[in-house]
């Protein structure tokens, strides 16, 4: 199938994209990398009317430190996420998880805000910057805003952002010292989407693991956080093991026609697992 038909344009300034996105209202979109919206416009899933590309606006991929915060545009790209040195050091996590979006093809051009505008609950980055506590930056005409990650996934594939607002960054906060990270995610074929997937962050302390935060996604509308079923611990092995269980039995896991939440809590159990040993390990 080939898409409805639309009109286009390409400004080259962030306040003409977001007057044009004020004036069109519910009938634009933002393209950038176009890796979910061009296949879902050309099977009719949606049909907006016109096309705003943002590529050509410059400053929407720079990666910077701003105080306590790692700040990353939304226009830069998987592949450029991955490895950017900036990002490795100051959110390892979020580095190695878009390493692990889709094919390569796919991380040349896909985009962190478009990944996260597009909200699939089964997506790697949405899920790890619940797990990081980011931020997420939105523009208007109007003015602009900054909401918690953790307010802004809605439902599946809906947010919080409004017809005339544009996703344009997302601050974290910085890693501090003995913080460890874990991301395990598991696919039936590489580049497919994940069955389940986990991100944690923690921090080793004197009297065990603090400051946990668990993210499971795959297996409900939105990424779910689980790490207030996890009993405090000193992080050894018996708790890495009590951890998992409780949370994969703690997990409001959907049914659906293809796969039981049977086998999605059982994924759960050892990838939860495994993360934390990932975050404990690095953490050390």
């Given at each position: 199938m080939k898409p409805a038909r639309f009109t286009y344009e390409a400004p080259?300034?962030?306040?003409?994209?977001?007057?044009?996105?004020?004036?069109h209202g519910d009938a634009a979109k933002i393209i950038a990398g176009g890796q979910s919206l061009a296949p879902m416009m050309n099977m009719r899933i949606a049909q907006p009317g016109h096309l705003i590309d943002?590529?050509?606006?410059?400053?929407?991929?720079?990666?910077?430190?701003?105080?306590?915060?790692?700040?990353?545009?939304?226009?830069?790209?998987?592949?450029?996420?991955?490895?950017?040195?900036?990002?490795?050091?100051?959110?390892?996590?979020?580095?190695?998880?878009?390493?692990?979006?889709?094919?390569?093809?796919?991380?040349?051009?896909?985009?962190?805000?478009g990944s996260l505008a597009h909200a699939d609950p089964a997506a790697?980055?949405?899920?790890?910057?619940?797990?990081?506590?980011?931020?997420?930056?939105?523009?208007?005409a109007t003015g602009r805003r900054t909401i918690p990650a953790a307010e802004f996934f809605t439902s599946i594939f809906t947010t919080a952002l409004a017809p005339h607002?544009?996703?344009?960054?997302?601050?974290?906060?910085?890693?501090?010292?003995?913080?460890?990270?874990?991301?395990?995610?598991?696919?039936?074929?590489?580049?497919?989407?994940?069955?389940?997937?986990?991100?944690?962050?923690?921090?080793?302390?004197?009297?065990?693991?603090?400051?946990?935060?668990?993210?499971?996604?795959?297996?409900?509308?939105?990424?779910?956080?689980?790490?207030?079923?996890?009993r405090s611990g000193t992080g050894d092995a018996a708790w890495i093991a009590q951890a998992a269980r409780e949370v994969a039995a703690a997990a409001p896991i959907e049914d659906n026609e293809r796969i039981s939440s049977d086998y999605r809590r059982e994924l759960l159990e050892i990838l939860v697992l495994d993360a934390l040993a990932d975050a404990l390990e690095r953490a050390a």
């Open positions: 080259e300034t962030l306040a003409d994209a977001l007057a044009t996105l004020a004036g943002i590529n050509r606006i410059p400053g929407l991929a720079d990666v910077r430190i701003e105080g306590d915060h790692l700040r990353c545009g939304a226009l830069i790209r998987h592949a450029d996420l991955a490895r950017d040195e900036t990002v490795r050091k100051h959110a390892p996590i979020l580095a190695n998880a878009a390493g692990t979006i889709g094919h390569y093809a796919i991380r040349q051009r896909g985009t962190l805000g790697q980055l949405p899920v790890v910057v619940l797990a990081l506590d980011a931020a997420i930056e939105i523009a208007s607002e544009m996703l344009v960054g997302v601050r974290i906060p910085l890693a501090g010292p003995r913080e460890g990270w874990g991301f395990r995610l598991f696919t039936r074929r590489a580049g497919d989407f994940a069955l389940a997937l986990v991100a944690c962050t923690l921090s080793r302390a004197a009297g065990g693991v603090e400051d946990l935060r668990l993210i499971a996604g795959g297996m409900a509308a939105t990424p779910m956080r689980l790490d207030r079923a996890v």
